[in-house]
């Protein structure tokens, strides 16, 4: 079944350790990539997305992400966490299904499950 | 520009009643999409609406249901609520809706079902 995973349910970091959050999905085609980052008490926003060129990508607040294609892949990373990082991030999939024609899932994202990142000061 | 807005921010009902939720995207956008939100699920794809035509629809049962005026703004509907549907309920609105547009989220209403 298409689907996105997110390996790690909760993430416990201290202060300036490095981040990668993994993300893989499993749809045929073409694919555009998203993170998108929930804080506490807000709305989802999104941190990066990936639709062609440059497979590395970068966001805000210091945040990037590598599309591998060859391994289904979209992990986020950030080099130094901060203590505000603490919250909840999503990979999100939007993609066209094979077989279903132009346009069959415009509009639809397809969400992981989501990675609690907890950062200790 | 503000961002999406929706309303209410919390509702609570009872099994068995029905709730209407708005959203309203940002200006200039036409493509509204409709989430459901649980600790058990996570995100779950609902409907997208645009140009005020469902274009997608998720794997929910006819209870849920939605529509897009004119000017854009979009109104979901659950009737004969259940305990399950208690979730926060998330709008996204975006220029085109097609494959690689940017989907911006409202703050959500968070339904209670008693």
């Known amino acids: 079944a298409q689907s996105v995973s997110q390996h790690n349910h909760h993430v416990i970091l201290s202060e300036a350790a490095s981040l990668e959050l993994g993300c893989n999905y499993s749809?045929?085609?073409?694919?555009?990539l998203f993170w998108y980052v929930q804080y506490p008490g807000q709305h989802l926003q999104l941190l990066l997305k990936y639709f062609s060129g440059d497979p590395l990508v970068k966001g805000i607040k210091g945040f990037e992400a590598e599309f591998i294609k060859s391994k289904f892949s979209f992990n986020l990373r950030k080099p130094s966490v901060q203590w505000s990082d603490t919250a909840e991030y999503f990979c999100?999939?939007?993609?066209?299904?094979?077989?279903?024609?132009?346009?069959?899932?415009?509009?639809?994202?397809?969400f992981g499950r989501g990675t609690q990142l907890t950062v200790w000061p | 520009k503000a961002g999406v807005t929706q309303t209410p921010r919390y509702l609570i009902k009872t099994r068995g009643q029905q709730v209407t939720l708005s959203c309203s995207p940002i200006s200039g956008h036409r493509s509204v999409s409709w989430y459901q939100q649980t600790p058990g699920q996570g995100l779950q794809f609902l409907f997208e609406?645009?140009?005020?035509?469902?274009?997608n629809k998720g794997n929910f049962p006819g209870r849920f249901s939605g529509r897009q005026f004119s000017n854009s703004r979009s109104e979901m509907n659950v009737s004969t609520l259940e305990l399950g549907d208690s979730a926060l309920y998330l709008c996204?609105?975006?220029?085109?809706?097609?494959?690689?547009?940017?989907?911006?989220f409202g703050p959500g209403t968070r339904l209670t079902v008693l």
């Open positions: 999100a999939v939007n993609a066209n299904l094979p077989g279903l024609g132009r346009g069959s899932t415009l509009g639809r994202l397809y």
């Open positions: 749809y045929g085609g073409t694919v555009n």
């Open positions: 996204a609105s975006s220029l085109q809706g097609s494959r690689g547009n940017e989907q911006f």
């Open positions: 609406y645009f140009s005020e035509t469902q274009r």
